[in-house]
């Protein structure tokens, strides 16, 4: 990538796919405009595969929409379980679980999501056109929490990894343990593998019809 156009991604926003197609991956965020990933020299740019911007990206619009959509849940005494944003058949979603006691209804999800509707018009900080969704956790619900781990220990979960990891992304099997960093299950031959949870995108309860 040449000098000028370094800068030009450096600057502007409009540059961003340009970037891209140098093999360069830019996230402009709104405080600043970074490279994410190995560190190329003494300043602070970085340089990152595809698919590592991807869910860097994905995180950050995850981590912004949750602090604006928690101080909503508190207010009217739900929890908020999980934020999500994933592409599907080729369309983004920003999906959003909230929980309470004795289950949330269809009324719940309105007034939550009326509130979160407001604030993405204003702030606009997810550049791809995307469709957003509030909704209870139901059966898929994930393990996010010190508690839903707890609860879950003995229970059938799958997971779903980032990356390969012995070819596949994703894995079913009995919660057997975890901590802060790890998780760890059984698997149908009755060997254990264990996952850092930095590698996992989603862990929830399985489906059991």
């Known amino acids: 990538m040449s000098k000028s156009l370094k800068q030009n991604c450096w600057k502007s926003r409009d540059n961003f796919e340009k970037c891209l197609d140098f093999g360069t991956f830019w996230c402009y965020t709104a405080y600043s405009c970074i490279v994410i ?25 995850e981590a912004k929409t949750e602090a604006f ?29 909230i929980d309470k006691p004795g289950g949330i209804t269809v009324d719940d999800c309105e007034m939550v999501s ?62 057997k343990s975890y901590d802060e960093k790890t998780v760890t299950i059984e698997l149908d031959d009755t060997t254990e593998k264990t996952f850092e949870k930095g590698d996992i995108a989603l862990i929830r309860l399985a489906f059991d019809f």
């Open 114 to 175: 009326r509130r979160l509707s407001d604030i993405l018009d204003r702030e606009d900080y997810i550049d791809e056109a995307y469709i957003m969704e509030v909704s209870s956790p139901g059966l898929g619900r994930p393990l996010k929490k010190e508690k839903d781990f707890k609860r879950s220990l003995g229970e059938e979960v799958e997971i779903r990894t980032y990356r390969m990891v012995d070819k596949k992304k994703e894995f079913t099997g009995i919660l």
């Open 37 to 61: 990933g190995r560190r190329v020299n003494e300043s602070s740019l970085f340089f990152v595969d595809k698919e590592e911007f991807y869910i860097v990206k994905r995180e950050i619009y």
């Open 69 to 97: 959509l928690q101080p909503i849940v508190d207010e009217y005494g739900f929890e908020l379980v999980d934020v999500e944003y994933v592409k599907e058949g080729g369309t983004w979603y920003l999906r959003s679980y």
